[in-house]
């Protein structure tokens, strides 16, 4: 019996993970923790007796500890819970799904007391991966890629010679306005922003694969990942989203990792290596699908990739800028306060402002947000 607990159990990532642990009964979870959803939280204690749960305001912890009074799930709230939830004595794997920088300490608290992580926190290795890599390695800890394109390259490379990869081929679907330009962007809605073609996602990522600011994150958390270079990185626009990631090595093969575009897939993957349990649902129909095809991605439409290479290239805390300033942006959009393209333009501010911290402390990393935070909101209040 595996036993795992879920930052960010109540997101699109989270409630997928608890699907494939309703299908599993080898898997066991005993942690959960997620924003303020009081209600959806209560559902999961009721369905999967946790023994802890962790939301993260004072007040909703506690109406929730009311709620579910009947149980014998500790309720806790705040960092201070997610500490305590990260280092819970009988975990083995801690699935860290929840959104944004608030994922760092808890991730490095889990790996300093020995449990494994499926990481689906891209933030984590954005900002922290000099940090979060080395620690990992030190404690024999394993990071399990739960994104779909990471999850992809790390098949690609299993039981090969990680010294003879060449390039790592990392795909994109183009989001939704693939092949439009600027002047087509100029008013876009939210509602536009939110379609994607290929992926059910939650509203922020799905907003980041529109501006392509998703494929330079993962551009960012591909290097740390698995040792290699931004410059060996080459991102492919693939329409179809069939082949999630391909790796080259240095004889000219390319391996790559197929799949119909379901989360599940690398979630259960991550839950389970290095077995393959199965799992119900759609399969790739090549007879169906007829082609696929390949294009380059436009990064002087869609910057957020190009201004991802320039914040890795720069490195130290500019990565973590690059990441909080889309973070405040795209808020801002959701919330219909900015258009679309001002997004580009509010990240590219944050980055020329800021003076890069060469080796940053997790201290100095969210200092750095909190500045590219507090520069968002002022430059977006004077447009």
């Known amino acids: 019996m595996k036993k795992i607990g879920i930052l960010g159990s109540t997101g699109s990532i989270g409630t997928q993970t608890l699907e494939i642990v309703r299908n599993n009964r080898e898997l066991q979870v005993i942690a959960l923790a997620a924003g303020n959803s009081v209600l959806k939280m209560e559902e999961q204690i009721r369905e999967f007796s946790p023994e802890i749960a962790v939301l993260w305001s004072e007040e909703a912890a506690s109406e929730l500890k009311g709620r579910v009074s009947d149980t014998q799930t500790r309720i806790l709230s705040g960092m201070e ?84 990869v060449r390039k790592i081929l990392l795909t994109a679907s183009g989001g939704p306005f693939r092949g439009r330009g600027r002047k087509e962007l100029e008013n ?62 240095a004889d000219g093969g390319i391996m790559a990792q197929l799949g119909v575009p379901d989360m599940k897939l690398p979630i259960q993957y991550a839950l389970f290596y290095p077995d393959r349990k199965p799992m119900e649902g759609k399969r790739v129909d090549f007879f169906e699908l007829g082609s696929l095809t390949f294009e380059k991605p436009d990064v002087e439409t869609f910057r957020g990739l190009s201004m991802a290479y320039q914040a890795i290239a720069e490195g130290g805390s500019m990565p973590t800028v690059f990441n909080a300033a889309n973070e405040k942006a795209v808020a801002l959009f959701l919330e219909k306060k900015i258009r679309f393209l001002e997004i580009y333009d509010l990240i590219q501010g944050a980055m020329e402002s800021h003076k890069t911290i060469i080796d940053p402390s997790v201290e100095q990393i969210l200092d750095a947000e909190a500045e590219a935070y507090d520069y968002i909101l002022h430059d977006s209040r004077r447009r």
């Open 81 to 164: 819970g997610l500490l305590e939830l990260a280092v819970w004595p009988e975990m083995d794997v801690l699935v860290t799904a929840i959104v944004g920088m608030i994922g760092i300490k808890p991730t490095i608290a889990a790996i300093q007391a020995g449990k494994d992580i499926a990481l689906a926190n891209k933030e984590t290795l954005v900002t922290a991966g000099h940090l979060i890599m080395p620690l990992a390695k030190e404690k024999k800890v394993s990071i399990l890629p739960v994104d779909s394109e990471h999850s992809a390259i790390f098949q690609s490379m299993h039981g090969e010679n990680r010294e003879r």
């Open 188 to 249: 876009i809605t939210v509602e536009d922003a939110l379609k994607h073609p290929n992926w059910s996602m939650g509203k922020k990522i799905t907003v980041d694969s529109s501006t392509l600011v998703n494929k330079g994150l993962e551009v960012i958390e591909a290097k740390w990942l698995f040792g290699v270079e931004p410059e060996a990185i080459q991102v492919i626009v693939h329409p179809q989203s069939i082949i999630h990631s391909m790796v080259e090595y």
